[in-house]
């Protein structure tokens, strides 16, 4: 039998994502992709794969995965979720061999809202315009279009060796970070009063619950239009921030549509693009404007972190509360491995 991954049960959101479908705006197709480009790339490097390959991206509902043909080796980086192997508690970001027989959960935990299991080889599925990404709403890309349920299999091939030992992954830029999310002003921020663009810096905002992989809703105040709400439809990049007729702003995300009519107030730089997706509804931050060399900087920075790559560190013994406590580095929380190297 050949390995296959297979799916136990899939809460609403679970998608198979790859770096997006580049290259096809112009003829109106969106990219998708991942929500959380950080993330993805951090399991994919952990487990040995192309920095783009296709993953699971797993949302707050969940995924059950168990492994059939052959062991496969698996990586898991994004938000703080609740991670198991056959009830076992793991690190949030952590590197494993999943056995036949054996069975992973991933829940909802702490905080974050999307976390990506990467595989040790690829998920052999075909591609839809060059890409295995899932773009739902179109029905193009990943498993049928769609998103994964309760029953899927998912054939793999190219198989790495799995690790041998289970692994606790270090990459410093899944840490949080704050409240504050960076913003470039524009490109229509003529369209609004100068009380709405200091409202919109000054505002605590918060995440509605209507909010998916198209577009984050905002909830707290109203901007106000200078120009009315409605422009010559123009391309949209992500992270745009559309404020339409009712005065609450809509962040573009990964599933966004590849133009559109709103005026935009501001863009959130690349580099902070994951930390927005993290947040869950009801979550609040704030926007603080950034000059386009600060997000240059900042996406440079971002890209030189990655290149350096993750780490990985053994988890020794039996997992316990204390042991974990102290591996777990999905927050960049490297203290007790520096004390260890220093011994």
Known sequence: MSARLVIGA?????????????????????????MDAGAFAAANLAVGAAVGAAAIEVS??????????ETIGLAIAGGEFDIRLDGA??????????????????????????????VGGRIDL??????????????????????????????????????????????PWLAAG?????????PQADYFTQDAIDEFLSARWRLSPRSDRMAY??????LSHAK????????????????PGDGAPLVLMADRQPTGGYPKIANVIGADIGRLAQRRPGEAFSFVAASIEEAVAAR?????????????????????????????LIGGVADAFLAMEKE
């Open 10 to 34: 899939a809460g609403p959101g679970v998608t198979l994502q790859d770096a997006g479908r580049r290259g096809s705006l112009r003829f109106g197709v969106t990219p998708a992709g991942p």
């Open 300 to 328: 440079r920075a971002l890209s030189e972190a990655m290149a350096a790559g993750v780490r990985l560190q053994p988890l020794a013994g039996e997992l316990s509360t204390e042991l974990l406590l102290s591996t777990n």
């Open 89 to 118: 508690p793991l690190p949030a970001a952590c590197a494993l061999a999943l056995e036949p027989g054996a069975r992973l959960s991933i829940r909802a935990g702490r905080g974050g809202a999307w976390c990506y299991v990467a």
């Open 228 to 243: 009315g709400h409605d422009i010559v439809s123009d391309g949209v990049a992500l992270g745009a921030i559309q404020v």
């Open 126 to 171: 075909p591609l839809a315009l060059g890409s295995l990404a899932t773009h739902a709403r179109s029905s193009m890309g990943g498993l049928e279009g769609r998103g994964l349920r309760a029953g899927d299999v998912l054939p793999l091939a190219g198989l790495a060796s799995p690790p041998r030992e289970m692994l606790a992954l270090d990459a």
């Open 60 to 69: 707050l509902g969940g995924v059950e995965l168990s492994a059939e043909g």
């Open 178 to 186: 704050g409240e504050t999310i960076r913003a470039l002003l524009g």
């Open 217 to 222: 809703r905002l909830e707290g105040a109203r």
